[in-house]
Every structure is written in C-alpha cells, then in structure tokens.
C-alpha cells in the first residue's frame, strides 16, 4: 500500500513556482508513515494528466492532486479525472451557495466559470474548502483506489490536508504506525569520512541510518516506523549514542539545531556573553547568531570592520600591525577580537578577517583564506581556514561565520 | 522532442528537502524552449529509479537526473542507469586524480566510498563538476536519447548546467529559438497595485509582461522569443522604458540587481561612503550590503549594537534618550546613524533598530515596528516602518535591512 503525488501546473513546467506543496505533501506522508515512492509533475493538458494518471493508479492505491481546481478554462483536474474513470460529473448546489458567499464576502460575484468548480465526479465527496473558492474532493473511483484533490494554492491545501484529508486517511486505517526521524548535525567532518566511520550502522533497518549533505556541514537522519514517540526515541537513542560516541565533538546536534543556537544554549547555561568584530564576514556573523530567537540574552554585539580604518578607530587594532601582518593574519584576528571583547565587556569575543573574493587574493593570501580569534578569560587565540574559492564569496563567508562558531563550540564544550 | 527532469532522493520523498533543482531546470530549458511535460520524483531505489527511467524514456530525448551521485553507499544513479541501458561502468583515472585534488585542498583525504564516483557508463562523457567531487555525465545509452546526470546539492547542479549543459545542448541544435526573458523589481510598491498600474501591457505579446512577487518585493516579468539576445532587446526595452516611466523611484532594477548592489553603485559614482549601525537586524544589513562583490570600495562597516550598552559605549546614543524613548524609537535610530557616521567619517550612515519578535512585543511597540536612520551631509532623518508580525523574525529583519537601503537609494537618487 503506497501513495502518490501527482502536481498539476503548467507553471511548475515552466519554473514559474517552487512545488513547496510537494514537500508539504512529502513530509506529511512521512509523519504518518504512509509509504510514497514516485511525484509526478505535469502541465494543464488532460491527455499527459490522464497518462500520469494511467501510470500511478498502477502503482498506488492513494493518488493525491494539487493544482488545476481553479475557475479558469486552464483548469481541468476534476473534469478530467471523471473522464478517465469514465463517470459523469454532478452539480453540487451547496459548493455554489458556499463560492457565492465567499465571492461576496469578498465583494466580487459570482462569474459564469466558477459554476463549473460545483461539478464532481458522480460519487465523489466534497473535501471543503475552507479559505479559498476551489473546493477538492475525495472520491473512490474504483475498489482499492482513493484519490485526493487539492487545489494549488499552499495555503488553502494544507489546511484542506490538515482539516479534512488527515482525519478520512486515520479513520480508514492509515497512518496508524508513523515514521520519525532525527537528524544528527556535524561540523569539521566530510560527508564521506562520516559515512566510513558509521558505516558499519547503515545496515540497520530500525532505525535506518543514512547519510547527506548540505549547507557545508555533514548530516545523519535515523528514520524508525513506531506507534509513538517515545517507542521510536527507545529504538532511536541508543543508536545516536553510539554516533556521538563514534563522532565525539563533531557532532554539534540535531533536528532543529544550528551552531549559533547551540552556542547560545552554552552561553546561556554558564550566564556568559559574546561580542563579534567582522571583517569579510561584513556582519554575516552576527546575523547568523541573532536569527536565534532570545539571543539578545548573551549577544551584545561587535563591529562591522570591513575597512582597516574601522578595525582602528572602533577596534583598537594597532597601524603597525596591520602594516606589519596585514588586515587578513593571526595578529590582526586577534587583535580584533581582544579589542571588541575589552570595549564591550563580554566573556567572550569571535573575530574574522579573510579573503572572501572574488577578488583580493594573491599566491601567499589565497581567495579563501581565513582567520578566526577568539578571545575569553584566559586570553586570545587564532585559527586559519581555508575554505575552497571555488564555491565562491557567498559560501566563503558563510562557512567563515560556521566556522567561528564552531571554534567557540568546542573552547565551551573542552572548558574545564 | 522534449526533455523530463528525473531528480532522484529518498529525502525529497520524505518531503526534508525542497525541489528546488526541478523549479531552476524547468525554467532553464523554458528559456532553451525545450519543451517538458513532466517531472518524477523517486527516491535513492534501484528497481523504482529504473521504472522511472523506462517511462520517461518513452515519452522524452533528453532525460535529466539531479542527485544520487554522492560518494555514499545510496547513491545509485550511475550504476542503475548503466545497468538498465546494460553497458558496464568504466573507471576515470582522470575523476579519482581530480576527486583527491579537491578533497587535499580541503585537507581531505580520498575515502574508499570517494572511488566509485570514478566510474561512468561505457560511452559516457563527463559532464565536469568546478565545485564538488560529484561530476556529472552526458551519455548517449542509444541513438536519440540523451541523459544528463547532475548533483543533488543546487549550487553544484547549477554552475555544471550553465558550464557544460547549456553549450552541449545548444551545439546539438537544441534551443536555438530562445526565450530571453528580463525581470524588473520593485520595492515600495505591492504586487496588486504595481498590477493595476501597468495593466493595460500584460496584453501585449512580444514581449509579454506577468508580474510576480517573492521576497517582499513585487517584480515584472518581460519575456520573448528570439533568435538573439540583441534582437530580444530591441522588443523589451521599449516595453521596459514604459514600464519605468510609469513606476519610477518604485523599480530599483532588474534582473540580478539587489537594492544592496543598486545602491552601491549609486555610492560608486558619487565617491562616496557609507556605514551602518544594526540593533534588531544584528549584522544582517551590513551582510546584504557585502554580498556584493566590491562592496569594500564604498562599504566601511559600522556597529552591531544589539545591546543597549553597545548603542552606548560604541555610538555614543545618550542613555536619557534610550531610557526616555526607548530603544525602538526615531531618536536612538538617529542617535545611532549619527554616531557611527561621525565615529568612522563616512559621506552616509544607516541605522536601523526594531522588534523582530517573537518576544519583546507590547500594544505600544508592537512585533514589527522598525525604525531606520539615515545621517549623511546635511543632516539624520528616521523613518518608522511596520512590517506584519505573522510572518516572523526571519522575515522582519530582512525587510527591514531592505527598507534601509530603500531609504538610502531613494535620497540619492533625489540628490540635488
């Protein structure tokens, strides 16, 4: 038993918009454990819907549709799946009363083409829509086979899901096992050197064990089909102990998590506080640290020293020893980052000064080059980077802002 | 002829990630005008990933894969498709040397797992990877059938479909009649009455005109079909000069222009500098601001002042004003603006302090309520902005970066 997504919208063929109803659609799925192999995008054109069609139905015994329930000509999902299964389509007065009072609430009235978005397929239930104009349906067309439509609009679709698909789907005895998943985060460890020293756990089957990338960081999801939570933590928690044991330190956390909220949530517990002085980052770090809700608690802020004047005038960098080292070098870094936490007064202090690029590289100070000082109650210390200017400045910059967290992540988590 | 996009994941089905190579690829080869009627999504399975290719095969001649290329044990692409077209996988020396070359310089070492990314399909070609260790293929398994693998991760994908893809393609005679399209973008203006505006030209047809938003910021898209990208110019730029008529200060660009990067140039031809000073957004403007590359020729720095002390001890806002007003106010944004413009004598100065959420809110003062500064030769005004509390903190501080630089961008461009 499996279910299908099946995105109906020539603008999705076109680029024109992000299917984030897919993965709305996806996760949901997941959560109640209903299995789901194949999504199939297709335009406004009865005859590929109807092929799509053709081809799911053979695979799935639940069909769920987003997209084409609108009132325009170009919308043909209803139609044209009474057409495949061959059944007449029927007038319902009551979807007509409820898009006229709608329209009116709106202070529009009722258009000549938003009569057809009454008709369903004969023996279809109406699956209320409870926002927008196009209501779905929920219709057996045949034994063993149930098909949901939804319209394209995100908004309207998730409710309708939420609201009205999820209870029909538990009622008729879905979604009664569930699938929960952690994701494990990790920092200064390649994807693949993760995977060899955690391969031996990808062989598991409760939880699986699998690993991805992205954002410059390594990740394991532990995925489990149980009845509840607590079932599926029991199955889950001893496996992400061994992980973390097998990872040590570069496991920085999990699900939700991100470096600046777990750096937050050591600071907090120890009632320290930090300041940054930014120089390629251009403040890329202090945003990263103030996207976490409540950081106002131990970030005080810093400066933005993009120009070596303002590493003087705000940071007290010395002129010599920028002439001396340079804007991007050990000394500057932590001239910088003792010169923010002395003005500022906080525990403790990051710094970054590199070369973001595209320009300003040279053979001895490479595009990608980076400097980190972190400066605390028993003094100043600097880290180089090398990150791979290929990926260009963006990249560079953010991975420069992960990595700063990261050296006060492990200076907290290996403090005596 | 057509073309079907395959992208390949266990994590899309389980909805963790969203498909946004699908969205950027369908709207590539819409600007090839290569036609496409679906897209599937299937997971990282052998037996399923090779029914997706039976079908699709059927129906298109040019299939596109995103994803399974990785070095982990579930990445399967290349070795499913070779088994499925029944040509056996030949080694790359030159891929392994290039793999370890990438993983040294990022003081990686070649993994076993790394070796099988090595080996591509008898016959294929590789489609060369400038970032990642995952390189793609371009392969002609039978006559008339094309298949183009690529990476999952969208900054790789990208870059390899723009370097090789795109000229392969179109030295194979695809894509010869383009549709260039340019965007124009908005800021100030919402989409329904930038819409009513330029009304009467969404009936034109070459170019057409379709207005979308996205990010807070309303745009209009000009798109036509043409042999050239001069000839398509000669049809949008009429329609554009209209349309900038008609909306003046409110179009800020086009195409790949920031209000980051438009006001930086502004600042450019007038030799003159600029500096921030940040409560709510913590680093945020000065980030945007140093996205663009050059930015340092104009870009000095300035203050994170996330911490009432830091509005102190380095902007010298008077502690009567802030116990007075209030630290979201008009008169600490000027203190703030004035401060750092005096402290690092830079031609302008933006500030900006608010209530990002999701605490911190009251009746008077409520989420969303942001004040800008701008101090510059003659003189500091505030402007108070308000930006809807529902869509939260991420959202709130980013619009309210961009309402800074609107700020600046609209005083220099009515600079006597």
Chains 1, 2 share one sequence.
Request: hydrophobic share 40%.
């Amino acid at each position: 038993m499996s279910a299908e997504i099946i995105c109906v919208g020539t603008e999705l063929l076109l680029g024109e918009v992000l299917n984030s109803n897919a993965q709305f659609l996806a996760g949901q799925l997941a959560e109640l454990g209903i299995p789901h192999y194949y999504q199939t995008v297709v335009g406004d054109n009865p005859t590929r819907l109807q092929q799509a069609v053709a081809i799911a139905c053979n695979r799935a015994q639940i069909l769920i549709f987003t997209g084409g329930l609108g009132p325009t000509p170009d919308d043909l999902t209803t139609e044209t799946l009474a057409e495949f299964f061959d059944l007449p389509l029927v007038e319902h007065p009551e979807v007509l009363a409820d898009i006229q009072r709608k329209l009116a609430h709106r202070g529009g009235t009722l258009a000549a083409n938003n009569r057809k978005q009454a008709f369903l397929p004969k023996g279809a239930a109406i699956l209320p829509n409870p926002i927008g104009s196009a209501p779905g349906m929920i219709w057996q067309p045949r034994p063993g086979l149930t098909l949901l439509t939804f319209p394209g609009v995100p908004s309207e679709m998730k409710q309708m899901w939420q609201q009205t698909a999820v209870p029909y789907l538990r009622s008729h005895g879905w979604g009664e096992a569930s699938i929960y998943s952690r994701v494990l985060r990790f920092w200064g460890i390649a994807e693949s050197e993760l995977a060899e020293k955690v391969a031996p756990l990808f062989d598991l089957t409760s939880p699986t064990v699998a690993p991805y990338a992205g954002n410059g960081e390594a990740r394991l999801r532990l995925s489990v089909k149980a009845k509840s939570e607590p079932e599926a933590d029991a199955l889950i928690q001893p496996v992400e102990r061994e992980i973390r044991q097998i990872t040590g330190l570069d496991c920085y956390g999990g699900d939700d998590d991100s470096l600046a909220s777990v750096v937050g949530q050591l600071l907090q517990a120890r009632h320290q506080t930090l300041s940054v002085a930014e120089s390629c980052t251009g403040g890329g770090l202090g945003e990263m640290i103030t996207q976490v809700p409540g950081s106002s608690g131990y970030f005080w802020g810093g400066a933005i020293a993009y120009d070596n004047r303002v590493k003087t005038a705000l940071l007290g960098v010395e002129p010599e020893v920028l002439a001396q080292h340079g804007a991007v070098s050990g000394a500057v870094a932590e001239q910088m980052a003792t010169g923010v936490r002395s003005r500022l007064g906080t525990t403790w202090s990051l710094s970054v000064t590199g070369i973001a690029g595209p320009e300003g590289g040279s053979p001895e100070k490479p595009v990608g080059l980076v400097y980190i000082g972190l400066a605390g109650p028993d003094g100043v210390i600097s880290h180089q980077a090398r990150f791979s200017a290929i990926r260009g400045r963006a990249w560079i910059r953010r991975l420069s802002a992960c990595a700063a967290l990261d050296c006060l992540r492990r200076r907290l988590l290996t403090d005596g």
